[in-house]
Each structure stands twice: as C-alpha cells, then as structure tokens.
C-alpha cells in the first residue's frame, strides 16, 4: 500500500543498473518518466534549451515547481501564445510527470489551497509586497503556489510586462517605476519566500507515500444544504488512479449516490471528478502525509460556488470527524450525531452538556438525546470519545450576541440568456457568534457558535442601485437556502439605457424573532459573464 | 499652410487657452477618428456628417490620431498599438507606414505619436521587448524619430533614451515634444536632450498625495494644449486623516506656443472622468467628460455644468471657435452639443464597430481639398 514516489524520480539521480528489486516495484513510474521526458523532448525541446540529458533538464521547464493546475496553465500558455503543439492526452500526461517529478509539498501548498478548492469568494489577505505589484490581476495565491530562484522570477516579470504591456500603464502600475519596483523589490522579496528549495521538495519526494485505496468516512457542509456526511470507497485503478464509489446525506435529508475517478498528483493532490445523480462534481482533496486524512472540497464543475467542505478521514482507523448539529442552546434538548471512525470508548460532550439517551451507538456514528443545562454561558466545548478528541467540537449558547453573512463580499454573474455562459450563482450562510468574555462583539475572543439557518432577503445596495432599481432586474435569492440566481445576460430594455441585469445588492441574513431577533449584510455584486476561467484565477 | 502656423505668434500674448484659430472663407471644421475594425473617417462638421471612410491597412487600435500640420495626413497609430500609417485624408491614400516591431524585439507604442512642426519628422515611444526562444527581455523605452518622407517601409531615423510609462505627446510651436509620463517632459528631438516640464510624481506638492494621471488622448489641439488630467487628494492634517482630505480633478498643462506649464485643480472629485480640455477661447473654462458631461469654472474650482450622458464618451474635442463640442469613443456615434449651454444638437453615427480608446482630431482645412466630388 505504502509507495515512495521517489521511485517515479530516483531513475533522474541513480544509474539504471543501480536499480533494486524494491526500487523497481512500481513499473508505471518508469513509464511515466519515459513518457514524461520523451513529451518534453519531442513537445518542448524546440524552444526550451537541453541543459543535461540523464536526467533531462530543459531551460526554464526544470526551473520550477508548482501544482498541477499550475503546470497545466503554463502548457496552456505555451499552447496559446507561442504555438507549441501538444494534444491533450501527450498534456495530461505531461502535467502529471510535472507535478510529480517537480510539484509543491503539503506544506507548501497549504496556505493556498482556497484557489484550488475554487473558493471563488474567498477573500485574501494579501502580503504588501505584492497585493498592489502582483495581486491586482490574479490572487495572491498564483504567485504563492509556485517555487523558483530570482532568475526564474526575473524572467516571469519580464515575461508580464512584454505580454502586458500595460501592466506599467493602468491602476497601481502608472503610478509607480513598475518594473523598477517588480525587479529590485518583488523579486527578491519572492526568492526569499518562494525560493526553489528543491531540499523541501526532495524531503517530500524521499517520504513515504500512503495510498488512498479503502474506505473513507467524510463530513462536511454545503451553504443551502447544511451539514453532510457519507463514505467514499476507493479502489486502484492504474497507477496514481482510481475509481471510487460515494454515498451520502445532507441535513436536509437529501442524499447523494454515484460513481467517479481519480487521479492523484505529487503523492498527496487528490483531483476526482464524480457524478452524483444527475449533478456533476469535481473532488481537490489534499491528502495528509499519514494517508489517514483527506481536507478539500467537493463542488459543482458548473457552479463552483455551491460546494461541500469536506473532511475524510480513513474507515479502519479511529477518528473523531463531528458532531452535527454541532450547536445546542443553554436549558433545550436535542439529538446530536457524533460522527467519526472505529468510535470506540466513552462519549464526553463537556460540562452542563448531560446526555438523555444514547439512541445509537456505531463506529461511525453516536447518535445521542442530549440536554445543555440551563444557565451555560456561550462557549466552545470539547469533544471526547475514548481517545480520541475534537476540540470546540460542540458549542453550547445562552444567545447569539452578533451575525455575520459569509462570504461577507461575493459576486455573482448574469448568464444563460442565449448566451455560452451559464449563471454563476452566490451562495450565502448566515454565522452566529457570541460576543465572549469582554462582552463586546467583533473581537478577537468572539466565539463562533455555528451556522444558523436564517430568513434571506436582498435589498438595494445604495443610493445608487435604487435609482436603477437593481432590485427588480439583478436576480433573486432563496429565503430559504441563501442561494443567489442572478437573471439572464444581455441587455434589458426594460432598464434605463436599455442596459444588463448588474447591480449591487445587499444580502439580509435574519435570524430569531422579536427581541432575539438578529440581522447581518454582505454584498453582492452582480456582473456581466467573465470569458476565461483559469484553473488558478 | 495651415493658419495655425501663421497666427500663433501673434496670438502668443493672449495667454491660457486663447489662440483661437481663424478660419479662411474657404475653410470650415473637420474631424478625423478612428474605428473598428480598420476606418478611418473624416468628417464634415458644419455637415455633421461622414465625408469618407478610408480603410486602413490592419487593426486599428488604439486609433490615437495626429494630424500633420498642414492637416493633409493624418498619422495613425495602430495595429496594436505596434503600427504607425500615414493616410491622405483627400483621397484615403497611404503615405506612411512603419512597424515599430524588428527581429525579435517587439515593440509597442501606449498612444505616443507626434509629428514636428514642419510636417517632416513623426515621433513616437518604443516600448520595446525582446522575445527569444524561452524568455522575454524587456529593454529599456526610446524616443524614435521617423521621417514622414520615407514612405511606406520607414525605420526610425533616430533613438533616444527616455523613461518608462510614457504615454501622449504633442509637439510645440518650438519644436519640443512634451511627453505624459511619470512628469510632462520636454524632450529636444534635434539633440534628445530631454528635461522636466511638470514635475508631477517627482515634484508631489506638500500637502497632496500623489496624482493619478490615466490618459492616451492626446488632444487638446484646437485649444493649443499639451493637457492631462489628474485626481489628487489634498490632506487636511498631518496624519492625513481621511475626514480631513479633500479629492480633486486637476490638469497639468503646457501651452503649445509659449510653452508655459499650469498645474490646477479645477473641481472636487465626485465622479470618474476621462478626458477633459479648455474650450477654445474661453480660457477659464474647462470640460471633461465619461458618463457626465461637466463645464467648469477654473479660478472658481465649480462646476457650473453637469449633464448625465446617454452613455460613457471617452474623448471629448471642440470645434476650433469653441462653439460646438464633440464626444466619441467607447461605441461608435459622435455626440455633438452646445458648448455654451450643454444642449444636445445631435449625433454623427459612424459605420463600422467601436472607437474604443481612438483619439478624434478637430481642425479647419479647405472645402475645396477635402469635399468629394
């Protein structure tokens, strides 16, 4: 079960004849490097200058390492701007070699994983040095999803400002020595930061590998659909691949049922594509180095937006994964679902927390009667079965002090309409906090409680969707799910200046009634169709 | 010859905005633009209406436009925004063409074009890269001089070095070429002696930010300006606490003939504009434009004007006497209104696509040289 993927590259270090028996197991990754390296000599040689044949190392190419979404776009590029000709199974299996021979490392692409996860709304809190220089165009994670020395870097500024020769010319570029700052600033600042440092990749490289053939139990929780659980059955396929099986259920009672593949890149970059009913998803999922852990997303590949956080963890090993609903409110009563695998030993659900009934008892599941005492406070308690242990995994509450609309930005965008874009919809999930021991809401110890279900309404942004009555033309959101569907695309003659159906709106969250009754706004903005839509934005 | 040439030194004492030209018996307006995907139309404006359409030999963006100053050839620069032609606006014959891009290094111009005031040399801006095999170069900006007389496979007679980021340009009375960059520089062409006219992001005023210049319309000809416009915020404190700052519009300008330089602020920012000159004659009178159409009173910094637009209008031009004012780009009709009370009079709809960012060129020229027959 256990492969080191150093394997796949051992043969660009070690004379063949140097080969073990154990070294040879995986006969695949021969043929992959074969591939691999006849793709780059046949497919990129032309331009890209031989620097050594054994291994091959090309100018550039050899260079760099990034995630397989980042591989595939520079092809796509070389493809597109410099017409370099390669089909599109020579690119796949060439992504592949590339992401597996040169990829980034769990640790390394941990900060940035919301990009490939397509959490399209995701805000980022971007590094100075490049939020106006570099993250005005593309996320911040672009650039922080690759690894290279200064003159690689170097050469991708230049790259920029010949492509885009505007770059110096447009906001936050004309008013600055662009390519003076890009060169004597950025430049040093990301080869400090994101340096090749092939040691962390040859680290990884020399690890062992899990294999993620079993049986995996999965949680998680869709905006509109509420909490999920279910189990995913994965079996081999080929090397790196594999066909899986899931099932599952929301909160709703909704369940889910199909069947998908997988490939999996850099010994951890899970990549799937499932259909389940009808609905077609795509699974990036990373891997923990044990090979007992999967954390990702599961989405819709035609509306990235609406989503399931997933956790998996591996059937054969005990974990505590959730409790679900994994809120109660001080002096009620409810069933609680602790979800988990191999559960085994006593459940403690934390003080004030008194279990009525213990109404099932499984390995992966604990469904209980629980009461939360009256007279709690509103806090995050921990979660124990046997040994194992879910920190702030139930959070008991007197009262919710504040609400927060997640995303608290988000755009959505006007398709159909006779038009070769779809929709791309908002989804919206109301989050209740207390305000913590200062008792002052927004601060550092705020407590988040959990997800609310809430009353959703949109209301005119300003002064200026109203004269445009943005509210009749944008769209409409689901009182239920907060769920945003924007309207058709192209021009409305029912609009002044006959104008799309873009406007800004406010997104109203209300939860409880009366005096308990709480409100919270995001924004939306909703715009015209966005023509490319690159694996990494 | 054109009149201008002739009055300018006389008109010379009359200060900002104030050489008006006089137009012989024989003359009346005229106005040349740009649009997609490859015209370039002249226009009868005492008509308002479509002369002829010329077809230019590739892409026409950008479409920044300057006219010779005999107004016979108008130079074009385009083919994105990598191509230079010159076309006989009486017979739509091509006079001129220089591709800016040579062996591997390409070479793009951001709406930099001028012609001397002999009509003889064409100025431009590379913005030169090198593309090899695996890599890109960018190398460093240079003035180029072409001559107008070398026809249709020009090279760049001379180079000079300039900085970066440099946009519009318009030629002087004197033969100087003021240049929009990170300052207005006065670039010598004869000698590429180049120094600072307006010190803009190299000379903040104390108690400014830096100013925001977005241009690539080089007009101002008919009100005999070199003018950008720029948003500024003017701090109140010296913590520069955003209740204490104040925004607004501003221009920095150089007069073509004496070559005097203005920096004004001219009205608070409260709305997005992207163009804006003095009306001819009437210097204490500024107009820009997008979604609104506003005339301003300079010494006052008031608006004494502001129209909503049917939609956005990216350039904004006079007619020479200041009467009329023409709005195009973005799509493709000229709108045409009253200087004097923002009235709408009309629109001159053009075939083909949008103008985008082209720049129009207004000018007075004989009806006998460019009517049809």
């Known amino acids: ?537 | 010859m054109l009149m201008r040439w002739m009055f300018t030194a006389a008109l010379a004492l009359s200060g900002i905005g104030g050489s008006l030209q006089v137009a012989a018996a024989d003359e009346r307006d005229y106005m040349v633009v740009v649009n997609r995907p490859n015209n370039l139309h002249v226009i009868d404006l005492a008509k308002e209406q479509l002369e002829r359409s010329c077809t230019l030999p590739g892409d026409s963006a950008p479409g920044t436009v300057a006219m010779s100053p005999d107004n016979r050839i108008a130079y074009v620069l385009a083919g994105r925004f990598g191509k230079i032609w010159g076309v006989d606006i009486s017979n739509c014959e091509l006079t001129f063409s220089a591709e800016l891009s040579y062996d591997n290094v390409r070479v793009k111009s951001l709406a930099s074009l001028a012609v001397s005031p002999d009509g003889k040399e064409i100025y431009t801006i590379h913005n030169p890269t090198r593309i090899m095999n695996d890599h890109y170069k960018v190398l460093d900006s240079q003035f180029a001089v072409y001559h107008a007389g070398d026809g249709l496979d020009a090279k760049p007679q001379r180079l000079y070095p300039v900085p970066r980021q440099i946009n519009i340009m318009q030629t002087g009375d004197n033969g100087m070429v003021y240049m929009s960059g990170a300052d207005v520089y006065a670039m010598d062409p004869k000698s590429g002696d180049l120094s600072v006219a307006i010190a803009s992001r190299s000379g903040v005023r104390p108690g400014y930010g830096q100013p925001d210049i977005l241009t690539v319309w080089p007009i101002g000809r008919v009100s005999n300006e070199f003018i950008r416009m720029y948003s500024v915020a003017k701090y109140g404190d010296v913590e520069k606490s955003p209740e204490a700052t104040e925004y607004f519009w501003g221009y920095e300008r150089v007069d073509l003939t004496t070559g005097e330089t203005a920096v004004e602020d001219f009205a608070p920012l409260e709305q997005v504009l992207f163009t804006g000159m003095h009306r001819p004659g009437h210097p204490n009178e500024f107009y820009a434009v997008l979604t609104q159409l506003k005339r301003h009173d300079v010494k006052a910094k008031k608006v004494i004007k502001s129209i909503d637009l049917e939609r956005t209008y990216y350039c904004i031009n006079f007619s020479t006497d200041g009467s009329k004012l023409y709005l195009a780009g973005t799509y493709n009709d000229i709108a045409v209104y009253n200087a004097e009370t923002l009235e709408k009079l009309g629109n001159i709809h053009l075939p083909g696509g949008d103008m985008s960012m082209a720049t129009s060129q207004v000018f007075s020229a004989p009806v006998s040289r460019l009517a049809s027959n």
């Open chain 1, 1 to 537: 079960m256990v492969k080191s993927l150093n394997s796949v590259v051992r043969r660009l270090v070690a004379p063949v004849g140097l080969w073990t028996a154990t070294m040879l197991a995986p006969l695949y990754a021969t043929a992959e490097i074969n591939a691999g390296e006849e793709l780059l000599r046949n497919r990129c040689m032309g331009c890209h200058v031989p620097e050594q044949n054994e291994p091959l190392q090309l100018s550039r190419i050899s260079h760099q390492r990034k995630t397989p979404e980042g591989w595939l776009m520079s092809i796509a590029r070389m493809q597109m701007v410099h017409g370099a000709q390669i089909t599109s199974d020579e690119r796949r299996t060439l992504v592949k070699f590339l992401a597996d021979t040169q990829g980034l490392t769990p640790q390394e692409s941990a900060p940035y994983r919301y990009i490939l996860e397509r959490r399209l709304n995701h805000i980022e809190d971007k590094q100075p040095q490049l939020a106006e220089m570099c993250a005005r165009c593309h996320s911040e994670a672009r650039v922080g999803l690759q690894r290279r020395d200064a003159g690689e870097w170097e050469h991708l500024v230049n790259f920029h400002l010949g492509q885009w020769p505007s770059i110096e010319y447009s906001a936050m570029g004309r008013d600055r020595d662009w390519l003076g700052l890009a060169l004597n600033e950025v430049v040093p600042f990301l080869d400090k930061n994101y340096g090749l440092q092939k040691d962390h990749w040859q680290q990884w490289l020399d690890s062992e590998k899990a294999s993620p053939i079993g049986e995996w139990r999965l949680v998680g929780s869709m905006p509109g659909r509420g909490d999920f659980h279910g189990v995913m059955k994965v079996i081999a396929d080929g090397e790196d691949r594999y066909r899986l099986n899931l099932t599952g259920k929301f909160a709703d009672g909704k369940s889910l049922r199909g069947k998908g593949q997988a490939l999996v890149y850099s010994g951890y970059e899970w990549r799937a594509d499932i259909t389940l009913g009808k609905e077609k998803f795509q699974q990036v999922l990373a891997m923990n180095p044990q090979g007992d852990r999967f954390e990702g997303r599961m989405f819709l590949k035609q509306q990235e937006t609406l989503g399931v956080n997933l956790t998996a963890s591996r059937a054969d090993k005990p974990s505590l994964l959730a409790v679900s609903p994994a809120f109660i409110e001080a002096g009620k009563s409810q069933q609680i679902s602790v979800r988990g695998t191999q559960l085994s030993g006593d459940v403690s659900l934390g003080p004030g927390i008194e279990v009525l009934k213990v109404l099932k008892r499984g390995k992966n599941e604990i469904r209980l009667k629980v009461r939360a005492r009256k007279g709690l406070e509103t806090q995050a308690l921990d979660v124990r079965v046997g040994e194992q242990n879910l920190a702030g995994g139930l959070r008991v509450y007197d009262r919710i002090d504040s609400l927060q609309v997640s995303p608290a930005y988000a755009v959505a965008r006007v398709g159909d309409g006779g038009g070769s874009q779809e929709k791309v919809k908002a989804a919206f999930e109301a989050r209740a906090y207390g305000a913590g021991e200062d008792g002052v809401n927004g601060t550092a110890d705020d407590i988040y409680i959990g997800t609310m279900p809430a009353n959703w309404s949109l209301a005119p942004f300003d002064q200026q969707a109203i004269e445009d009555r943005d509210l009749d033309f944008v769209g409409k959101i689901d009182r239920r799910t907060g769920v945003f569907t924007p309207a058709a695309a192209g021009p409305n003659s029912k609009r002044k200046y006959g104008t799309n159906n873009a406007g800004r709106m406010s997104v109203i969250a209300s939860v409880g009634q009366g005096d308990n009754k709480q409100e919270a706004k995001a924004e939306l903005i909703v715009t015209v169709q966005r023509w490319n839509n690159p694996p990494i934005r």
